[in-house]
């Protein structure tokens, strides 16, 4: 069994906006650092400046301060929307990281989800997709040494270049996001990258995995470049506990914040709940196949048919959220580690193995055993009996 990787996708959702928002900033950390514990391998970090909940203006940045705090996990940038910046400062941005957290980095790059982050610098969103379709190259040409002079509306490079080379060797990995649109699958496969499916999984009857993968493949085909499942990543929304029913509680503490704010603040269709009652709302989640408000047997099930949908992946993230309270959310990423990822993974079927051995053989082993320590409890109780070069007297 190849080990399937798990990890969360942040934009982050802290809402609603009245929530504190350093304390909300200081969760977010100890997500991070708690993933680092439980031995989850990636972290996602998103970049928004609008909207009150998603308040991570600068992920590379989050990265550096949370990479010194962790030990193991890899932190990604998830997404840089390309478009609003300069594409060399991107690409110096993500060299030092790299630098810094000794190969722990990871850039994923996409349009901006959030049309008022573009508004507040005189952009409208048709233009995003475009912009990003030209980025993607200038970036992966800048941190792989090339020397780029380009000119575009919104920037002008005159032989720029990256003054460090990467870290890590090979180069670390690089994913863009697809949503809805095949705009982020036909980057991966004709840059030859990773993807990240942000959009593929919020309801079933716009369930777009295999074509997500097929897009890129058809890319990849058509420009000679070389695309593996490995680095395909589908993100998906999840709370668990130790039962349905305590899972559903959980949630009632924050869903209905989370369900406002794609209703009346996030100008994003594709993430828009409906109904007007938390019973609605749940089941807009949970019947359509958006979320799993459950147990770790209903996200083991959940996944392994995801991994039948698709034909295969190499990671799955969980969106990061506030639908419970700490203390449950914590709950839920322990049970997560607990006892979903290990189903994924290699050990749990050498551990079954030798269990199923040792189950085997215990009636056998068991008399056995008994039997040779009644012997030499035995021998060692007679008079005059040779214990280690010494003579036990009566």
Not at 126 to 145: E, I, M, S, Y
Not at 187 to 203: E, N, P
């Amino acid at each position: 069994m190849k080990k399937l990787r798990f990890g969360i996708f942040m934009p982050p959702f802290n809402a609603p906006a009245t929530q504190n928002a350093t304390t909300s900033l200081q969760r977010d950390v100890e997500t991070v650092r708690l993933l680092d514990d439980l031995g989850y391998d990636e972290a996602w970090i998103g970049e928004h400046h609008s909207g009150g909940a998603e308040i991570i203006a600068e992920p590379i940045q989050f990265m550096s301060y949370v990479g010194a705090l962790t030990r193991h996990i890899k932190l990604g940038a998830g997404v840089v929307s390309l478009p609003y910046h300069n594409p060399l400062w991107v690409a110096d941005r993500i060299l030092l990281a790299d630098h810094l957290l000794r190969g722990r980095v990871m850039l994923g790059l996409g349009p901006g989800s959030l049309p008022t982050d573009a508004t507040m610098i005189g952009l409208e969103p048709k233009q995003l997709r475009p912009a990003l379709d030209h980025d993607v190259g200038v970036v992966l040409d800048l941190l792989r040494g090339k020397m780029v002079t380009v000119k575009t509306d919104r920037y002008n490079l005159v032989d720029a270049q990256c003054q460090l080379a990467p870290w890590s060797d090979p180069m670390f990995d690089v994913a863009v996001a697809a949503s809805t649109s095949p705009a982020g699958s036909m980057l991966a496969g004709r840059h030859g990258i990773g993807l990240l499916s942000l959009g593929a999984l919020m309801r079933e009857d716009m369930n777009l995995m295999r074509h997500h993968w097929d897009r890129v493949e058809v890319e990849a085909k058509k420009h000679s470049q070389t695309v593996s499942q490995d680095k395909w990543r589908l993100v998906g929304f999840m709370h668990l506990a130790e039962t349905r029913k305590q899972a559903v509680e959980d949630v009632r503490y924050g869903l209905p914040a989370f369900v406002r704010y794609t209703q009346d603040v996030l100008a994003l269709p594709t993430l828009r709940v409906t109904g007007k009652t938390f019973e609605e709302q749940l089941a807009w989640f949970t019947e359509g196949g958006a979320a799993i408000i459950g147990t770790p047997d209903d996200a083991v099930a959940h996944i392994r048919k995801l991994q039948e949908q698709s034909g295969g992946f190499g990671c799955f993230l969980m969106v990061a959220h506030d639908f419970a309270n700490w203390e449950a959310t914590r709950k839920h990423y322990e049970l997560f580690a607990r006892y979903v990822a290990p189903a994924f993974q290699p050990s749990q079927a050498r551990l079954l193995a030798s269990e199923s051995y040792a189950a085997g053989r215990h009636a056998e082993l068991d008399a056995k055993n008994g039997a040779a320590i009644q012997a030499w409890t035995e021998q060692h109780e007679k008079p005059g009996v040779q214990v280690g070069g010494w003579t036990k007297e009566i």
